[in-house]
């Protein structure tokens, strides 16, 4: 579905992606981790449009991305989970959930994926009339991932979900991407949490300083000792 050849970005003179490939299938979940400046969020940035790489490929369904305005790559079925969340604080949660469905016309389907979202996300409809700014950081996490389910995307990327929740909104926050990929939903999964990444990633890359170091299944990758030791704490 994704595929990457010898993509390159840079910003200034710093090389921050060395000419990385990779790719992800239609139905995985595949996981990229690595430290902090090891290039994921910039990968991630380059794939959605919104950085524009110095040379090389992001291929999705034989599209080539690179050509294509940011703008557009949301309708081709590609949508992202910022880091950070990047809710609309003013906003009601049905507003920004709406906001996430802008670039579609189909009324009853939107509708039909509004209460969709409130079933995966019972605490949204909860809350759906108060802004999206009192919301706790689990709760905006959550907002975040309906918003851009309400795209309808093909592949959801997801930059950094788990970041500053609690252990237990960890746990429930990966349960729920094993359901949206249940459902049909492609992931590219950036996460600092190495050990719950692999632990449901069908595939996974270890970035290091914009280069790919280590490729295997998610399980491959958490028995080996080198991703064991810099990674999952010995």
């Keep these: 579905m994704l595929e990457i050849k010898d993509l390159y970005v840079r910003y200034g003179m710093i090389e921050a992606i060395k000419g990385i490939s990779f790719e992800v299938r239609d139905g ?3 996981t990229l ?4 400046g090891a290039g994921k969020t910039t990968t991630m940035h380059a794939i959605s449009g919104l950085l524009k790489p110095a040379s090389g490929s992001i291929m999705l369904d034989g599209v080539e991305l690179t050509k294509t305005p940011n703008h557009k790559i949301v309708s081709m079925g590609l949508a992202q989970v910022p880091e950070g969340r990047r809710v609309f604080a003013q906003q009601t949660v049905e507003e920004n959930l709406l906001l996430g469905a802008y670039a579609r016309k189909d009324k009853d389907g939107i509708q039909k994926d509004l209460d969709h979202v409130y079933e995966l996300f019972p605490r949204l409809l909860e809350r759906k009339k108060q802004p999206a700014g009192t919301l706790s950081g689990g709760e905006q996490q959550m907002l975040a991932m309906a918003r851009a389910l309400m ?3 093909k592949i959801l990327l997801m930059d950094e979900p788990s970041m500053g929740l609690s252990p237990l909104l960890v746990k429930e926050i990966f349960h729920i991407i094993q359901d949206i ?10 996460e600092q949490n190495a050990k719950m990444a692999l632990a449901i990633a069908d595939r996974a890359y270890v970035l290091e300083t914009g280069k790919i170091s280590l490729e295997g299944t998610g399980e491959e990758l958490s028995a080996s000792e080198e991703v064991r030791k810099a990674y999952l704490g010995g």
Aim: no cysteine.
């Design 28 to 30: 995985e979940i595949v």
């Design 33 to 36: 981790i690595g430290s902090n």
């Design 151 to 153: 795209s309808r995307p």
């Design 181 to 190: 990929n249940k459902d049909g939903t492609t992931i590219l999964l950036v």
